[in-house]
């Protein structure tokens, strides 16, 4: 079995860094990757880290990761609240995901607390801000070992 994780991000997360810094922190995407490689380096896992602004190209990727990767911590930003397409997606290559926020998104507007992903996702993780995702690799490496 591949030990190879895959770390998808979706829209506007680019911008991490300078964008609303008091709701999603000072760290950038290249601070969360390299957080990322960390971890899973920890625990021997490979992982490759990715970001699009285009909700084909996040598909694409999805269904490429069947067969190549272990699991999927995704944030899917904007598209949680939105995209049965990534949910549909997600649920069709039957790999275990991993759902991860920055910020609390319950605390949050309205609009933010429903999420199309949670009911396929292993599990959820909001407002652990980067560290958040250390702890969706950790519990994948811990499923690996069982
Ligand atoms: C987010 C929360 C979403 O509601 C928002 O649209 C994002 C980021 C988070 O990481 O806290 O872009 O997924």
Redesign the pocket.
């Known amino acids: 079995m591949t030990r190879t994780l895959l770390v998808l991000n ?4 680019n911008l991490l860094g300078t964008r609303e810094p008091a709701t ?1 922190g000072h760290e950038t995407l290249a601070d969360i990757e390299a957080l990322c490689q960390r971890s899973a380096a920890e625990h021997g896992l490979a992982l490759e880290f990715r970001q699009t602004n285009h909700e084909g190209e996040l598909l694409d990727w999805i269904h490429q990761a069947r067969g190549r990767h272990a699991g999927i911590v995704i ?4 598209w ?2 939105t995209s049965v397409a990534i949910r549909d997606a997600l649920a069709a290559v039957e790999l275990p995901v991993i759902e ?4 609390n ?1 319950h605390k ?1 507007e309205e609009f ?1 607390h429903h999420s199309f992903v949670s009911a396929i996702a292993v599990g959820v993780l ?1 407002g652990f801000g980067a560290h958040g995702y250390r702890l969706a690799i950790e519990h994948f490496a811990h499923l690996l070992k069982a």
């Open positions: 979706g829209p506007n997360l999603y944030n899917p930003a904007a949680t609240h991860v926020h920055l910020s998104v949050r933010r909001a």
